[in-house]
Nanobody, 124 residues
């Protein structure tokens, strides 16, 4: 059974930074493309960023490009999301997701496993 556990969310002022992390347990991590999605209150879950199995290729939503960076450490079964220049509209629950033998896709339907999420709140 694959388990994804997020941590590192929190409350930050606009313009600040956070770096949520996600640890995968019970998985051969190198075989999973990984991604971050987010869901604001009353809205649908949306794609934020994804990274291929070996970390060579990444993809970002236009709304976070040049502010967020996704990375992974396959030795530690961990994927990170460095979030800089945060805005109030980035406020959401951030979810980690894994796609077995995937290729850095952006649709929720492509992902096989999900974490329970970590809350990120950006105050103005």
């Amino acid at each position: 059974q694959v388990e994804l556990v997020e941590s590192g969310g929190g409350l930050v002022q606009a313009g600040g930074s956070l770096r949520p992390s996600c640890v995968a347990r019970g998985a051969t991590f190198i075989r999973y493309a990984m991604a971050w999605f987010r869901q604001a209150q009353g809205k649908e879950r949306e794609f934020v960023a994804s990274i291929e199995k070996n970390g060579d290729s990444t993809r970002y939503a236009d709304s976070v490009k040049d502010r967020f960076t996704i990375s992974r450490d396959n030795a530690k079964n961990t994927v990170l999301l460095q979030m800089n220049s945060l805005k109030p509209e980035d406020t959401a629950v951030y979810y980690c997701a894994g796609e077995f033998e995937g290729s850095s896709n952006s649709r929720t339907i492509d992902y096989d496993f999900w974490g329970k999420g970590t809350q990120v709140t950006v105050s103005s």
